[in-house]
Nanobody
Framework: VQLQASGGGLVQPGGSLRLSCAAS????????FGWFRQAPGKKREAVSC????????AYADSVKGLFTISRNSAKNTVYLQMNSLKPEDTAVYYC?????????????????WGQGTQVTVSS
């Protein structure tokens, strides 16, 4: 499975961005997908994930109600809509995939990783 993340950029506080993760490879319908982020000097943290059945989205407490994960199975693409962005959301965002029907919430549960896309929230 290969993953290609895109959509990052520079945005002002309060703004929005939509990240995309294009996936390719076998059995994508059996993979859960997640978004993680890593700020300079910090550990990679989970942001959101979604089950292979496109149900049961999960979010980190810091982004609940602000970010929305979705998946277009026909396009093999997973999205992360980020609204009301704050400077503390600045990080490199990574998409990841896990061959599981569960909802993997930790980075160790994921099998495949994309290259990351930079999100900078600054005025």
């Amino acid at each position: 499975v290969q993953l290609q993340a895109s959509g990052g950029g520079l945005v002002q506080p309060g703004g929005s961005l939509r990240l995309s993760c294009a996936a390719s490879g076998p059995n994508l319908d059996y993979h859960a997908f997640g978004w993680f982020r890593q700020a300079p000097g910090k550990k990679r943290e989970a942001v959101s994930c979604i089950r292979s059945s496109n149900t049961s989205p999960a979010y980190a407490d810091s982004v609940k109600g602000l970010f929305t994960i979705s998946r277009n199975s026909a396009k093999n693409t997973v999205y992360l809509q980020m609204n009301s962005l704050k400077p503390e959301d600045t990080a490199v965002y990574y998409c990841a995939a896990a061959f599981t029907r569960l909802v993997p919430t930790t980075k160790d549960e994921y099998d495949y990783w994309g290259q990351g896309t930079q999100v900078t929230v600054s005025s």
